[in-house]
């Protein structure tokens, strides 16, 4: 599975933006999708993630009721809709997809984007 993501660019805190992570390869209708973040000089962090039909969602405290995660599985492409954003979400988010274990826990990604930068200005 190859996983692209794309949709990252610069904006005014309050603002909003939508990621979008397009997979190729083996069918990805299968694959829990994952969102993640790395700002600089911090550690990754677990954002938000759906299973594999879409029924379930889990979203990190710090963007909880701010950010939406959906999934098309007939045009294989996951979304992270990013409202209200805030200057402490710059950092480049990173698509990961993975087929065992739950959606709700951070490991077991097996396959990964390049990132995008998100840059969100005071």
């Known amino acids: 599975v190859q996983l692209q993501a794309f949709g990252g660019g610069l904006v005014q805190a309050g603002g909003s933006l939508r990621l979008s992570c397009a997979a190729s390869g083996r069918s990805s209708s299968s694959y829990s999708m994952g969102w993640f973040r790395q700002a600089p000089g911090k550690e990754r962090e677990y954002v938000s993630a759906i299973s594999w039909s879409g029924a379930g969602t889990y979203y990190a405290d710090s963007v909880k009721g701010r950010f939406t995660i959906t999934r098309d599985n007939a045009k294989n492409t996951v979304y992270l809709q990013m409202n209200s954003l805030k200057p402490e979400d710059t950092a480049v988010y990173y698509c990961?997809?993975?087929?065992?274990?739950?959606?709700?826990?951070?490991?077991?990604?097996?396959?990964w984007g390049q990132g995008t930068l998100v840059t969100v200005s005071s």
């Open positions: 990961a997809a993975k087929t065992h274990g739950g959606y709700w826990v951070d490991y077991g990604y097996a396959y």
